[in-house]
């Protein structure tokens, strides 16, 4: 056991020797392996927290929604309908919803404004997300300035300001009292943004979905589980700026491997026959390449993973705010929950360890099998 | 002692550029002594020595050692393990333990320093790294080249390259020294050195056998055997089948 | 010091730190899950459907309540042109009919 220990170590030696005879070169294919990794595991663990807050923080989201469309785009829907709805067997309670998006040119922002079902905000105040807040430089007791659909200037005061932590669902939430709401967007009385449904069984979800649209042809009921998938198929590898990402990866790695698969240089294989002549065998110069490629891809995958983790956990991701946030002013700030997944991890590991050990290893066969008197020969 | 008996070398067999570089030797090489193989290139005496220090297997005929204790085949055949028919992986066992090399062209590592060139054949071994270490920094010593330890091989000067060789030839303390024209690239003085240095192995009860068309060499009064080669085959010197 | 000792050294440091982080997610997951439960129910009270991601465009920032043709809102070959566009799958309702 000791002797396998020692073996292997002093090929590790020899293995790091030879590595840095091309310091510089090593060096950087280390540093830009990592920094592909870095950038897979920040999404992969990103992804993954981000997936599992969504599940927790919307399960309590409304059973059902209710939106009316009109050629094909969302329109306010009537309040009238939702009596006739909440005679639909199964509806325990219908509760229209009344919100919408407000610009703010001033900071080039888009809030969200909701008028919440309990009337907890007072007329002519308004209760404020942290991200507003923040963005819009505002405390408590302070006027927050609105435009009317009429032209007019509309001044409400900042009554509270939500949690930080809750950043993630309402950071540009406005909270705004019914008749407010409704003099700011000129919103039609008796018309609500959708109907919100209360389904007792969750079972009766799909009837109840089915008469709705059987009944109402000009509506679009939006189930919870759909809701939810939504954000199950978020960020989805399959689509737009991430196939990209991957298959840039992809293509990094394939690079790298290439880089090493492309045969060996006359001087690699002299080299292999100076080592096979003096007493070397053929598993000791194949353990000599297989220790080459994966000190570096270990290394690499190592480094990329720790610092995506405290990239994404400690540093809430920051890499990533300038791609999602876009054109948007208003970016959630939010510690995410840290969430390890194995599998995609140990995905992540095969592709980043295996085809690259393997590309360095198997080029070298030939001449690692060569006879050993070869090097006497040249 | 080294036996061959009818040892033929074949390249390249069947193919258009076959070519035979050992034809039907027979020869002893003996124990503790200097055995100098002597002749012009192309003689066949650098292929000679690769078969008998294990490093190719003869395309026909035997390669018989004889009463040379090594850790690799631990049958103590009384009778001399036959290595021509060994796998390679006993092969290599006994060349590690039981020779040691040095190479026409020095054959060392570059981009390395000398100490990790000395200290290269025992890496597979799983040797203690440590006693390995000690024993290279001893044998450079000996050899005076012990300010050069850390320094890369391309910065030395052909004398000093040569002890790095025979260094690196002595470190896993085999039994047997194969030379394959040691002084080509050595002036007189320098080869007159080397010389020197096959005195105390010989000293040492090492047996050793250097191919070198050198009069310094196979004129030494150290030579206790010189056996005469021209194109693969012995003319004088060798014994009977 | 040998390069080997270097080496070990180094992926012994990874690996404890690989250790390290995943005993902190296990720590974080506790306190973690109690802040999130307060915003879970602010979001409960205020029916929230959507996460606040991003704020660029009404499809982007409720993709859930989102209809199929918000993206082309200019004209009917509109191409997408907020960038969290490209981030969010358009929402799953194109299995209609909750069979």
Redesign the interface.
């Known amino acids: 056991m ?6 292997h ?6 293995a ?3 590595l ?2 091309r310091t510089g070169k090593n060096v950087a294919l280390l540093v830009v392996y990592t920094l592909v990794v870095f950038a897979l595991a920040s999404v992969i663990f990103f992804v993954q927290a ?1 997936k599992r ?2 599940a ?7 059973d059902m ?1 209710v ?1 009316k ?1 009109v050629a ?3 329109d306010p829907i009537p309040v009238g309908y939702g009596a006739k709805i909440g005679a639909i067997r199964g509806v325990s309670g219908v ?1 229209p ?1 009344l919100w919408g ?1 407000y610009y703010d040119p001033a900071v080039g ?4 404004l ?1 008028v ?3 009337r907890s905000v007072a007329p002519e105040a308004v209760v404020i ?1 942290s ?1 507003v807040a923040r963005t819009r430089r505002l405390s408590e007791g302070d006027f927050m300035t609105f435009r009317s659909y009429d032209g007019k200037t509309v001044m409400l005061q900042v009554a509270r300001i ?2 930080a ?9 406005v ?1 705004i009292g019914e008749n407010d709401f409704r003099a700011l967007f000129a919103f039609p009385d008796g018309m609500a943004t ?1 109907l ?1 449904l209360t389904v007792r069984n969750p079972l009766e ?2 009837t109840v ?2 008469k709705i ?1 059987d009944q109402f042809p000009d509506t ?4 919870k589980s ?6 199950d ?4 590898w ?5 196939v990209v990402m991957l298959g840039v990866a992809l293509l990094a790695f394939i690079i790298f491997a290439w880089d090493r698969a492309t045969g060996l240089s006359a001087e690699e294989r002299k ?1 292999i026959g ?2 096979k ?6 598993g ?1 110069v194949l ?1 000599l390449r297989f220790w080459e490629g994966a ?1 570096v891809s ?2 690499a995958f ?2 990329g ?2 610092l995506a ?2 990239h994404v ?1 400690f540093f809430s991701a920051s890499l990533f705010e300038h ?10 700030q939010f ?1 995410l ?4 997944d194995p599998y995609q991890l140990a995905v992540l590991f095969f592709l980043t360890v295996v085809p690259y050990t393997v590309a360095t290893v198997i080029p070298s066969w030939r001449a690692a099998t060569a ?3 070869a ?3 040249s | 002692m080294i036996e061959l008996a009818r040892v033929t070398k074949r390249f390249n067999a069947g193919r258009a550029n076959e070519f035979t570089a050992v034809r039907d030797v027979s020869l002893t090489v003996a124990r503790g002594g200097v055995t100098v193989l002597k002749g012009p290139s192309g003689s066949g005496k650098t292929t000679l020595l690769t078969l008998i220090g294990c490093m190719s297997r003869p395309t026909s005929g035997r390669v018989v050692l004889r009463g040379i204790r090594t850790e690799a085949v631990p049958a103590a055949d009384g009778d001399g393990i036959e290595i021509s028919g060994l796998p390679e992986r006993f092969l290599t066992g006994i060349r590690r333990s039981t020779f040691g090399f040095i190479f026409q062209q020095f054959n060392l590592v570059r981009g390395i320093t000398v100490l990790e060139n000395v200290m290269l054949p025992a890496y597979p071994t799983g040797e203690a790294y440590g006693a390995v270490r000690t024993r290279a920094l001893d044998l450079l010593e000996r050899f005076g080249i012990t300010r050069h330890a850390s320094a890369r091989i391309d910065l030395l000067s052909g004398g000093e390259l040569q002890r790095v060789a025979i260094a690196r030839a002595l470190i896993n303390e085999p039994a047997v020294i194969i030379a394959d024209e040691p002084t080509a690239h050595l002036d007189s003085a320098l080869s007159r050195d080397f010389m020197a240095i096959v005195g105390s192995f010989k000293a040492a009860g090492r047996t050793i056998l250097i191919a070198s068309h050198d009069p310094i060499v196979f004129e030494s009064p150290l030579a206790d055997a010189v056996v005469e080669m021209r194109d693969g085959g012995v003319i004088h010197g060798g014994s009977a089948a | 010091m040998r390069k080997s000792t270097v080496f070990i050294a180094v992926t012994s440091v990874n690996l404890a730190l690989c250790a390290l982080l995943l005993l902190h997610a296990r720590l974080r997951r506790g306190e973690g899950e109690a802040a999130l439960a307060a915003s879970a129910a602010l979001a409960g009270r205020l029916q929230l459907t959507d996460l606040c991601l991003f704020t660029e465009a009404r499809y982007t920032r409720h993709p859930a309540m989102a209809d199929a043709n918000a993206p082309f809102q200019d004209h009917p070959l509109a191409l997408d042109h907020f960038p969290s566009g490209s981030l969010v799958s358009p929402p799953a309702f194109g299995v209609r009919r909750h069979e």
């Open positions: 000791n002797r396998l220990y020692c073996r170590r002093n090929i590790i030696d020899f790091l020797s030879s840095l005879r981000l807050e969504a927790l923080l919307l399960k309590d989201a409304p929604v939106q469309l094909g785009r969302h509760h919803r998006y922002a888009n809030y969200t909701l919440p079902d309990d997300g991200g939500l949690p932590e809750s950043e993630l669902v309402a950071a540009d939430l909270l959708d919100a979800l799909a979905a089915a649209a679009r009921p939006i189930l759909e809701m939810l998938r939504t954000y198929s978020i960020f989805d399959r689509g737009g700026v991430m080299e100076i080592l002549s003096i007493g070397w065998e053929t000791d353990l000190i270990l290394s190592f480094f993973v720790i983790y405290c956990f791609p999602l946030k876009g054109w948007g002013v208003l970016y959630p510690r929950v840290p969430v390890v006879e050993p008197d090097a006497m020969r």
